[in-house]
């Protein structure tokens, strides 16, 4: 071996004993970083009966008419209230009016998109104000997922959610992909409890393939997985979350919600993977569950 090939084969080997020990390095103080207790937040009572938490997610619309979405949406709140473990999922959004809407749906039944609609326009197709429905969600835990492509959404949400407001810091879980609107929530009402956004979830999951999953300084007290891919048979979908990243978010006693799901046959071996809640799109598999739990663990 001639001295460059030597020279060469000396600086490749520096360079991965020196990639290797500062991988080493990083890993132990990921590891070793102390971790922060548990939240003390009144939405972990949800969690009380020792079973996963089931919500329900609020699809669009419950009916043509607000004013039967809301006598809906009562039914559903009390189900939910008279069942320990149980929750409902609302996706929310800033419609053309300014106005904090419930809808899963980026568009109405004619095709316009819910942000530019009318408030008339929204309650014509089924679609009630976060509000008007404040009232029945009242002890209720419930996740409030905001949807922001506008700005203004974290400040008309303050109006209605907080203490002594219609919707009480201790019985709603606030969840966005969007890590912008999260920061601004938690700088204004740093005790309430947050989910975590796409971003953190996509940072979570690149260094968990490098095994520095510990690492980051994680603002989140739920990890929360809304996506889903098709098993190997195509026949069932399942999160594509790594085991390292559940695993890391367990080590830090964040809360680990998934779905939705829409079907048993994902839902049960769900609760049988350790997940603490799920989020569910089918009423009747929703109060099933909720009455099977038990059997189920």
Known sequence: MNRSVRSVV???????????GSWLFLRSNATSKPLKPPFAHGFNKIHGDGYPALFFQIQKPLSKESSTTLNDLSELAGRARSTVGAGLWLDVRLNGSGELVVSSNDLLSNGKPVEIASLDECRADGIVTLA???????????????????????????????????????????????????????????KAFYGSSQATMIQLEILSTLGLEGLPDLKADALISMIEEPA????????????????????????RYVGPVSTREVAVPLLAAGYDGIVLTERGIWEDLLDERHLLQ
Not at 145 to 170: M, T, V, Y
């Open 232 to 255: 190997k048979n195509n026949s069932v979908a399942i999160p594509r979350l790594r085991d390292s990243t559940l695993k890391e978010a367990h080590r830090r006693s964040l809360k």
């Open 132 to 190: 008007e429905a404040a009232p029945a969600l009242k002890d209720i835990y419930i996740v409030l997922n905001l949807i922001a492509r506008r700005p203004g959404l974290p400040a008309k949400l303050f109006e209605i959610w907080g203490d002594g407001k219609p919707l009480s810091f201790d019985w709603t879980l606030v969840q966005s992909e969007s890590d912008g609107i999260l920061k601004e929530l938690r700088e204004q009402a740093p």
């Open 10 to 20: 000396t600086v490749v080997v520096s360079i991965f004993i020196a990639s290797f």
